[in-house]
């Protein structure tokens, strides 16, 4: 969340660059509930001086032994009166604290203005699209027609966008996943860790809520929520604490399976992996000092990058425009990979810098080594990859004129040495 006082103070500013986002958020409404929460703490403030001063009064008067009842019939009545404001106090900060929570994070001066994704500027490319001699099929014919993908009986099971992968479907996503938690803890510096996947209120608001509302899964019993991403339960894992300057960057990344509505996402993808209710993932997560969290950035990209560059398929990044962006998010690249059986690019990795917008919220901070002084992290998090998607890269990718699929070779010590996926007969 914004800072309050930072708020207080930029207004106006704030309304603009709400604007840039494409979004109106009432300010007025927040400077008139400041405004009484001002009025209601000045009034608070006089008359608790009042109570003071008819304190020593009465303390004078009765070692004179003169009568106090008029003072003390007033003070029952400020007494009485304070709890009212309390109250009223109480009721404003909550309103205040409310309203926070639901206004975005203001974009980084870099993210150029925009009103959809089709002004995002791509910032650079990678490899060449492949040349087929064939007409490419899509992920989800190829799929089927190597029996390694089957929506039907996923669908079956439990229902729309839920797919069952068998064989070397089941057995290519799970070398996609180990591959990349491989290549980022051993050449790229992240401790890897394995969090619940499910997780309370407060880990969800904490990084954000409500960017992932009305998308969640919620397990009403327990009051929990299905994970829509790693990067709620591992963000949280440094929640209410206090991390020493020493030990940032913190950088961490995490497999788990991820659980998505796909609220307003209605016609859109209903075929394939792309959208679907239950994805695996593998995040990418980074705890910085303010002073590094962009340079920071800049690695955490090219992270999620050079997993694509070892599967040797071609891709491009591109800076979100401030009305493409996401809730909490100051800046974000997405990784779009080239998918040639749709022709079109799609989304792989979305790698954003909080700056200190969810550390305020789920109160991280670290201390300075030269001045002890106590200060928001910055957090930073990106998709490292998703594990369903890649896997429908390398099928489109890769797919030959007789049906197979060559396996990346980065992948076949993963895949028990399988160097092509066969049709079945």
């Not at 040349?131 to 929506?151: K, V, Y």
């Amino acid at each position: 969340m914004l800072d309050i006082k930072f708020l207080r103070q930029n207004v106006d500013l704030v309304r603009r660059k709400m604007r840039e986002r494409g979004q109106e958020i009432d300010l007025d409404t927040f400077t008139g509930l400041d405004a009484t929460r001002r009025d209601i703490l000045q009034e608070v403030e006089a008359l608790r001086n009042e109570r003071n001063q008819a304190s020593r009064e009465i303390g004078e008067k009765k070692k004179l032994k003169d009568d106090a009842s008029s003072i003390i019939a007033r003070m029952a009545e400020v007494s009485s009166r304070i709890r009212e404001l309390e109250e009223s106090l109480k009721k404003a900060e909550e309103d205040i604290d409310t309203m926070i929570m639901t206004i975005p994070n203001i974009p980084h001066e870099s993210v150029a203005w925009g009103t959809s994704s089709e002004d995002n500027p791509v910032v650079r490319e990678w490899g060449q699209k492949p040349c087929f001699d064939f007409a490419p099929r899509p992920h989800w014919d190829i799929g089927e027609s190597l029996n390694i993908l089957d929506f039907a009986r996923g669908a079956k099971i439990t229902g729309a966008r839920f797919t069952l992968y068998r064989g070397a479907g089941a057995t290519l996503e799970r070398a996609l996943i180990n591959f990349m938690l491989d290549l980022h803890t051993a050449e790229h510096g992240y401790t890897e860790v394995l969090t619940p996947f499910m997780v309370n209120k407060e880990s969800m608001t904490g990084t954000g809520q409500p960017k992932f509302a009305d998308d969640l899964f919620k397990i009403d019993k327990l009051d929990y929520y299905l994970i829509p991403t790693a990067e709620v339960p591992v963000t949280n894992i440094h929640r209410d604490e206090i991390l020493s300057e020493k030990d940032l960057p913190a950088y961490y990344v995490a497999y788990s399976p991820c659980f998505r509505s796909e609220a307003g996402s209605y016609g859109k993808d209903t075929r394939g992996l792309i959208r679907q209710h239950q994805f695996n993932k593998v995040e990418l997560v980074k705890f910085t000092t303010p002073e590094t969290s962009y340079d920071e950035l800049e690695k955490l990209t090219g992270n999620a990058e050079e997993v694509l560059k070892r599967l040797n398929i071609h891709f491009r990044t591109v800076s979100l425009c401030t009305a493409d962006m996401g809730f909490s998010s100051a800046k974000t690249y997405d990784v779009e990979v080239w998918l040639p059986g749709q022709d079109a690019y799609r989304e792989i990795s979305s790698c954003s810098n909080y700056e200190n917008f969810q550390a305020r919220r789920a109160s991280i901070r670290f201390r300075r080594e030269s001045t002890g002084r106590v200060e928001f992290v910055h957090t930073l998090n990106g998709s490292g990859l998703a594990a369903g998607r890649t896997l429908v890269a390398v099928l489109e990718n890769y797919q030959q004129a007789d049906g197979s699929v060559v396996v990346p070779e980065v992948l076949r010590p993963y895949m028990k040495g399988i160097d092509r996926i066969l049709p079945p007969g």
